[in-house]
């Protein structure tokens, strides 16, 4: 059972996994990191690989974004979602995408 606090952001904002199938369903399913196929993801309409997507700018750190697709890569596996995680580590690299999502956030 969710708290009513996540319950009411949900309702407000969808949730991950809805946005996580948006971007299944419209991108290729090839890992942004070594190009390999991201496999299982989904089983019918349950997220079984949630690892298959990584947030550039940590969700933790910037809530903000937490439900940007242009915040989102897919990935084919952990090694590759560590990957991932550390090429936007750079604080500049998070300053200017910070600027950029913020843009399209406006």
Same mark, same amino acid.
């Not at 996580?20 to 299982?40: A, D, Q, Y």
């Not at 697709?69 to 090694?79: A, R, T």
């Given at each position: 059972?969710? #708290?009513?606090?996540?319950?009411?952001?949900?309702?407000?904002? #969808?949730?991950? /996994?809805?946005?996580?199938?948006?971007?299944?369903?419209?991108?290729?399913?090839?890992?942004?990191?070594? #190009?390999?196929? /991201?496999? #299982?993801?989904?089983?019918?309409?349950?997220?079984?690989?949630?690892? *298959?997507? *990584?947030?550039?700018?940590?969700?933790?750190?910037?809530?903000?974004?937490? !439900? !940007?697709?242009?915040?989102?890569?897919? /990935?084919? *596996?952990?090694?590759?979602?560590?990957?991932?995680?550390?090429?936007?580590?750079? !604080?500049?690299?998070?300053?200017?995408?910070? !600027?950029?999502?913020?843009?399209?956030?406006?």
């Amino acid at each position: 059972q969710i #708290g009513k606090k996540k319950k009411a952001r949900i309702l407000e904002e #969808g949730s991950e /996994v809805d946005l996580f199938r948006k971007i299944w369903n419209e991108r290729p399913h090839l890992c942004e990191e070594c #190009g390999e196929p /991201v496999k #299982g993801a989904f089983l019918g309409k349950s997220l079984i690989k949630p690892q *298959s997507f *990584s947030h550039k700018l940590p969700k933790k750190m910037y809530p903000r974004f937490r !439900l !940007l697709e242009e915040n989102i890569d897919l /990935v084919c *596996s952990i090694e590759c979602h560590t990957t991932n995680a550390k090429r936007y580590e750079d !604080l500049e690299t998070r300053y200017n995408m910070e !600027l950029e999502f913020n843009k399209i956030l406006q």
